[in-house]
C-alpha cells in the first residue's frame, strides 16, 4: 500500500490502482496515534503529525475520536516555544477502560485487571479444587469470578474492553476451546462458547491462552527479565509448562502448541504422568511432586477436605524445613536435580539468554537455583549453558493471568475501535477526507 493509500500490485503486473480501505486505514492511523502517546507522554496535535508523518488535519480528526472513547485526553497548555496561542495537549488516558485476565489451574482461579495505562485495578485469587471437579463446574467457578470482576470494576467506573481466560493446556486460540488440559481432566471444553452462553462477559470478547505464554509475555513486558529476547518462562505448578521468547516474539509452533515442556520424557523408569505418559518432566518437578515427597498426607488427588491455595502449601513446607524435617530440604534437592537436567534440553534447543522461574520454583529460588544450575553445567552445551541462568520471577502465582489482562490492552491498542463510544460524549468525525496512511516517521 503506498503512502497515499492506495494499492499496487506486484512486479510483472499491470498496475492498478484503487482506494484503500479507508476503515482499514483509520484503524491504523487510530492505533498509531494512540501508541503514540503512550510510548512518549503528552504532545501537542502538530507534535504528533510531525513526528508520526500523519498530516494534522488527519490527527485532529483522530485525536477527536480517541477522546471519544475515552482512551486518551487533553492536558494543560503545552508552550514549548510556540508562537501563538497555546494548544492543549494530548496524552494517553484510559482510565475507564479495563482489561481483565484470569487465569484457571490446578487448585485456584486468579483475577488480575489494569487500566490502559497500566494501573493495576485487581490482583486476587481463590482457592478452588479444578482437579477434583468436573469442567462444567469449573467453568461455573470461573464465570461467578468473572462476574466478580466485572462488577467490582464497575464500581471503579471501569469497563471491560476485554476478556483473556489462561488455561494449562493445549488451546485452539481460534475457537476458544481448550483441547487437552491433563491436569485438570478438560478435553475438547469449549471455554469461549460456553462463558459467552453465561452471559458474563456482556458483550465483551472473550478469548483463551495458554498459562504458560501468557506468563512468559507478562515476563517480558514487565518481569524480572523484561526486554530480554531470548528467554524461557517454566510456570512452576502441578503442571510444568513453558513460554517461549525467542528474538522478542513468542514462540508459537505450528498450531500454537510450542512450549508444553512438562511432557518432555526424562526417566522411562519414572512415575505416569496426568498425560497418561511414563516419566514426564513433570512428574519430577511438578508441584505435586514435591508436596507428595513433603506432605504424603495433604498429597494432591487425595481428596482432602480442605481447598488449599499452592502458597498454603508453601507456607507449611516452609515451615517444616524451618523446624528441621529432613524430608524438606532432601525433596527440594531432588527437584532441583531434574530441574537442572530438563532445563539443560531446553538451553541446547532455544539458547536462552534467562531461564525465569515461576510459581512454587520462584518461592523456593534460593535452595533450588544452586543445585538447578550445576545439573545445567553438567548436562548442557557448553557454550551456550554460560551465558545461561536462572532468575526467581517476582510475578508470583498472578503471571498468566496478568499477561492475560496485557493480551486485552494490546489489542486495544492495536484497533482502538474495540473500544464503543462513550454515551456521553460527541459522535466521532467523519474520517479526514483525503486520509491516508502515515509517512514513515523521521
Known amino acids: 500500500m503506498r503512502r497515499d493509500g492506495t494499492w ?21 492511523n487510530l492505533a498509531l496515534v494512540l501508541r503514540h502517546l503512550r510510548e512518549h507522554g503528552a504532545r501537542s496535535r502538530s507534535a504528533v ?84 471437579c468436573a469442567p462444567e463446574r469449573s467453568l461455573d467457578e470461573l464465570a461467578k469470578a468473572i462476574r466478580q470482576a466485572i462488577n467490582e470494576l464497575a464500581l471503579l467506573g471501569v469497563t471491560v474492553a476485554g476478556i483473556t481466560v489462561a488455561v494449562p493446556g493445549l488451546i485452539d486460540t481460534t475457537t476458544g476451546t481448550v483441547d487437552v488440559a491433563p491436569n485438570l481432566g478438560w478435553y475438547g471444553v469449549p471455554v469461549g462458547n460456553v462463558l459467552s452462553r453465561a452471559d458474563v462477559s456482556r458483550d465483551v470478547p472473550v478469548t483463551v491462552g495458554n498459562d504458560a505464554n501468557l506468563a512468559a509475555l507478562a515476563e517480558f513486558t514487565s518481569g524480572v527479565a523484561a526486554g530480554t529476547p531470548d528467554l524461557v518462562y517454566l510456570t512452576g505448578e502441578v503442571g510444568i509448562g513453558g513460554g517461549i521468547i525467542a528474538g522478542g516474539r513468542l514462540l508459537g509452533g505450528a498450531d500454537g502448541f510450542a512450549g508444553e515442556v512438562g511432557h518432555v520424557p526424562v526417566d522411562p523408569a519414572g512415575d505416569r504422568c496426568g498425560c497418561g505418559r511414563i516419566g514426564c518432566w513433570e512428574t519430577k518437578v511438578g508441584l505435586a511432586v514435591l508436596v507428595r515427597m513433603v506432605t504424603p498426607e495433604r498429597a494432591y488427588g487425595t481428596h482432602d477436605a480442605v481447598v488449599r491455595d499452592p502458597e498454603e502449601r508453601l507456607a507449611e513446607i516452609e515451615q517444616r524445613r524451618a523446624a528441621g524435617d529432613p524430608r524438606v530440604n532432601e525433596a527440594i534437592t531432588e527437584v532441583g536435580r531434574w530441574l ?25 529460588a534460593d535452595q533450588l537455583i544452586p543445585v538447578a544450575q550445576t545439573e545445567l553445567e553438567r548436562w548442557g552445551v557448553a557454550g551456550s549453558i554460560a551465558r545461561c541462568s536462572f532468575v526467581a520471577s517476582d510475578l508470583g502465582f498472578c503471571a498468566a493471568s496478568r499477561g492475560a489482562a496485557g493480551i486485552v490492552v494490546e489489542r486495544v491498542l492495536s484497533d482502538p475501535t474495540t473500544v464503543d463510544i462513550r454515551a456521553s460524549a460527541m459522535p466521532a468525525p467523519e474520517p479526514a477526507t483525503g486520509e491516508s496512511a502515515a509517512d514513515p516517521p523521521r
Not at 530438563?342 to 539468554?353: K, M, S
Request: a positive charge; charged letters at 15%; proline letters at 5%.
Open 49 to 132: 503529525a510531525a513526528e508520526t508523518g500523519l498530516n494534522k488535519t488527519t490527527v485532529t480528526s483522530l485525536a477527536s475520536e480517541l477522546l471519544a472513547r475515552g482512551l486518551i485526553k487533553e492536558t494543560g497548555p503545552q508552550y514549548a516555544g510556540a508562537v501563538g496561542r497555546p494548544g492543549l495537549a494530548l496524552a494517553l488516558d484510559g482510565s475507564g477502560v479495563g482489561a481483565l485476565g484470569l487465569e484457571v489451574n490446578v487448585d485456584y482461579i486468579a483475577a488480575f485487571a489494569t487500566d490502559l495505562s497500566g494501573r493495576v485495578l485487581l490482583d486476587w485469587r481463590i482457592s478452588f479444587n479444578a482437579m477434583n
Open 340 to 364: 537442572g537436567r530438563g532445563a539443560a534440553t531446553l538451553v541446547n534447543l532455544f539458547n536462552p539468554r534467562v531461564i525465569v522461574l515461576g510459581g512454587y520454583f520462584a518461592r523456593l
Open 8 to 28: 499496487s500490485s506486484g512486479p510483472g503486473t499491470p498496475n492498478r490502482r484503487g482506494p484503500a480501505d479507508q476503515a482499514t486505514v483509520r484503524r491504523s
